[in-house]
């Protein structure tokens, strides 16, 4: 059995020896280049553009604009599913070039040169006049009236409101003698910051248009180009080679359309979009800002009689994914910590800052964020150890959400909780640091967090696999579930090994996605690959196992059900004898004179089923107070995640889940002028990324409780690191100085000023 086990990345020598090819090293060095020319001001309409001193640089090809955009084919940009119920889809609001301006850096022209040099100086050269409307940057102020109307069809710029109503909250709060404690949170507009910067390119093979993406969702490329251009699909080819990262900002279709319309304006011309990292932070997508309002009224025994949570969500200028992330949230408040008497409001709303969209935890940090520093807040209202109120308002084992029909199986977050105070010396830290004076303190802090595997029943979870026995007895396996640098590819390997019986180096899984022959699958995105694929993968093996076992009977003499593959060999059960190996049975079926035959088998495997994920940190800080600087000292993550195909691909997928936690709990901030609407730290240099040089060693643990809805026990990973980093340290913080910073991220700034507020400064 392969599963469980620490083996080496399938695409480990490769990357180490800098053999393996990404997006830019497949295109041709013959490309055109394109740079694209983006607004500069935050709301308003292109009145003109004028282009002719550009258009004399050499090496400038050609300048598209808005104006040039006859068809204005609307299109979405989620990486969702798509459904033929018209009520399912997303919002259709984009399009290739756009006229009407909606926030500082929209999409209006883009210039087509032989060099980048080139491209370059004509973006520069270009001259736009604007016809300018009054702008909004706050996501409360976007919902009163009077506010600048960002998109027609949404009243107060509201894209979409979810309410939750369980109890009777108003005749709940009238109980005697409950405590209220009440506080506002939020977080700020973070950037993915992935290696790789998205790129892609285009070029036309007769009728048809094949497209090189460094995308999560080749598939659904294929479908939103096909929308954005009038085409039909079967006319496009998406092509998906090895990715540098994508944390969500890929699982949008961010400028594929618009390479393909350059690509068809000039002729078929192969031409290539690689994005500036500057462009990345405004034009690409961003992680939602959330501010969030709780209020809980609990009982002086530390049990909840009431719940409220507000949360406004902050969409930027277009729909991208949507409400999906704020509703993701506001199902997770009355999951988390279940109470009888639950109100929840979640408001996605325009406003003229940068789109955005997916990113690693989907709305679950911002929610924690909010959600574990009130509850620190109550505990703290209370008297109460934190770690025992969380104990006692947590989700109980049997808990059945009604609308998932997700189950808590297993006691996995007093586990989980468990394991990371034992590795932290929890207890013995909490007591040595209460009540400490002086200007350099420590503090221990905890939280928890909740998370769904994979989209059902929001929407649809497919997974297809093709497997093919090659004339060695090795296997060729496809899925549309794609290798993002996670290491899935690994996993699908060993899962498929095991379900075959055959060694994993027989196991050859295809990376890179090509839509005209990888069978359909939706892409990375919500934490589903190996709880997905796994369905397909052992349907499929199962299915070739049994028309290769149907085959060696013709061989062998031998009925089938006494036949098994064990170890890549053809083996009878009822004595363990080994008649042949695979090898030898692939080479006969392929050139049999009497019985050729291809041994394959493809299936789709529709997944009606989820899985929660849970999990805990536990962070150690000092905190500098004059410095107004915190320093983190130690920090774990310990996950409930089934039962894990790779143990080492799992905690380096918790140790970059708890990097991306350290920045967005302590650094990381994407900020806006609010006189113009532009970036201002739109690089790496002003963007204070998390380095390893911020990190204290990570230490990723794990309770492993089988999922009984898996095929392989799984559940899912990928996000759930990210989830609860940033509200562990911000709890640790409150116990060193006892003050609460409810605006992230906790850096000096914001301590200044709250600790200006207290009186430490």
């Not at 002719?52 to 050499?58: C, F, M, T």
């Not at 394991?419 to 013995?428: F, L, Q, S, T």
Request: some cysteine.
């Amino acid at each position: 059995m392969y599963a469980g086990k620490n083996v080496t990345r399938v695409d480990a020598y490769d990357k180490v020896l800098g053999r393996t090819k990404y997006t830019d090293d497949l295109c041709d060095k013959g490309a055109y280049v394109v740079r694209i020319l983006h607004s500069s001001i935050a709301h308003g309409k292109v009145v003109s553009i004028d282009t002719s001193r550009a258009e004399k640089i050499p090496g400038v090809v050609r300048i598209f604009t808005c104006f040039d955009v006859k068809e204005k084919h609307y299109f979405p940009t989620a990486g969702h599913p798509w459904s033929t119920d018209a009520a399912h889809q997303d919002v259709a609001d984009r399009l290739v070039l756009t006229e009407d301006v909606r926030f500082y850096g929209d999409d209006i022209g883009a210039v087509v040169a032989e060099d980048e040099v080139a491209a370059s100086q004509a973006i520069e050269a270009i001259r736009v006049e604007y016809e300018e409307y009054p702008f909004v940057l706050d996501v409360q102020e976007a919902m009163k009236d009077g506010a600048p109307q960002i998109h027609k069809n949404y009243p107060n710029n509201i894209l979409k409101h979810t309410s939750i109503r369980q109890g009777n909250y108003e005749e709940a709060v009238k109980e005697p003698g409950l405590i209220k404690v009440e506080g506002w949170y939020e977080t700020p507009v973070v950037q993915h910051c992935h290696l790789e910067n998205f790129i892609c390119y285009a070029q036309m093979e007769g009728d048809r248009i094949n497209i090189v993406s460094s995308t999560q969702i080749p598939h659904i490329v294929r479908r939103v180009v096909g929308q954005a251009l009038g085409i039909s699909w079967g006319k496009i080819r998406v092509v998906k080679p090895y990715i540098g990262g994508g944390f969500g900002n890929k699982q949008d279709v961010l400028y594929e359309p618009l390479c393909a319309w350059l690509c068809m304006q000039l002729g078929g011309h192969l031409v290539k979009i690689d994005i500036p990292r500057e462009d990345t932070f405004v034009s690409n997508r961003v992680r939602h800002s959330i501010r969030s309002h709780i209020i809980s009224w609990v009982r002086p025994d530390g049990t909840y009689a009431a719940r409220k949570l507000e949360a406004f969500s902050d969409q930027g200028a277009y729909a991208s994914h949507g409400h999906s992330i704020a509703a993701k949230g506001a199902g997770a408040f009355p999951q988390l910590y279940p109470c009888e008497n639950v109100e929840v409001d979640a408001y996605t709303v325009f406003t003229n800052k940068s789109v955005a969209g997916a990113m690693r935890g989907y709305g679950i940090p911002q929610t924690m964020w909010a959600v574990e520093g009130h509850t620190e807040e109550v505990a703290a209202r209370l008297g109460m150890d934190p770690v025992e109120f969380r104990r006692r308002n947590l989700m109980p084992v049997g808990y059945v959400d009604h609308f998932s029909k997700n189950e808590l199986y297993d006691d996995s977050f007093n586990q989980c909780l468990d394991k990371a105070m034992a590795a932290m010396d929890y207890k013995r830290k909490y007591r040595e640091y209460q009540n400490q004076t002086g200007d350099i303190r420590r503090g221990i802090g905890v939280s928890v967090f909740w998370y769904n595997t994979a989209v059902w029943p929001i929407s649809l979870e497919t997974s297809s696999c093709r497997m093919v026995l090659n004339p060695d007895g090795s296997l060729q396996v496809q899925l549309g579930e794609t290798e993002i640098g996670q290491g899935a590819d690994t996993a699908f390997a060993q899962m498929t090994a095991d379900v075959l019986g055959v060694p994993l180096e027989s196991v050859h899984v295809i990376s890179c996605q090509d839509t005209d022959v990888t069978p359909f699958g939706t892409g990375a995105y919500a934490s589903r690959q190996t709880y997905t694929a796994g369905f397909s993968i052992r349907q499929t093996g199962l299915l070739l196992k049994e028309r290769i076992l149907e085959y060696a009977h013709g061989l062998t003499r031998m009925p089938s059900y006494n036949l098994d593959i064990v170890d890549g060999n053809i083996v009878r059960t009822t004595d363990g004898r080994i008649l042949m190996t695979l090898g030898e049975l692939a080479a006969e079926a392929l050139y049999s004179l009497n019985n050729s035959q291809h041994l394959t088998a493809e299936s789709t495997a529709q997944i009606k089923s989820n899985a929660y994920s849970f999990g805990c940190t536990i962070a150690e800080v000092e905190v500098d107070i004059p410095m107004c600087k915190v320093k983190l000292l130690d920090l774990v993550n310990v996950h409930d995640a089934g039962n894990l195909i790779n143990p080492a691909l799992a905690a380096a997928q918790v140790h970059g889940g708890m990097s991306m936690g350290i920045g967005f709990g302590l650094s990381e901030q994407l900020m806006f002028d609010e006189k113009t609407g532009r970036a201002l730290n739109n690089n790496l240099l002003d963007y204070k990324l998390s380095t390893c040089m911020d990190h204290p060693r990570l230490n990723a643990l794990f309770v492993e409780n089988p999922e009984p809805t898996s095929s392989f026990g799984t559940k899912g990973l990928g996000e759930p690191p990210a989830c609860s980093v940033a509200p562990a340290i911000r709890n640790a913080v409150y116990q060193a100085t006892g003050v609460f910073v409810n605006k992230a991220p906790v850096n000096p700034h914001n301590l200044f000023a709250r600790f200006k507020e207290e009186g430490l400064l």
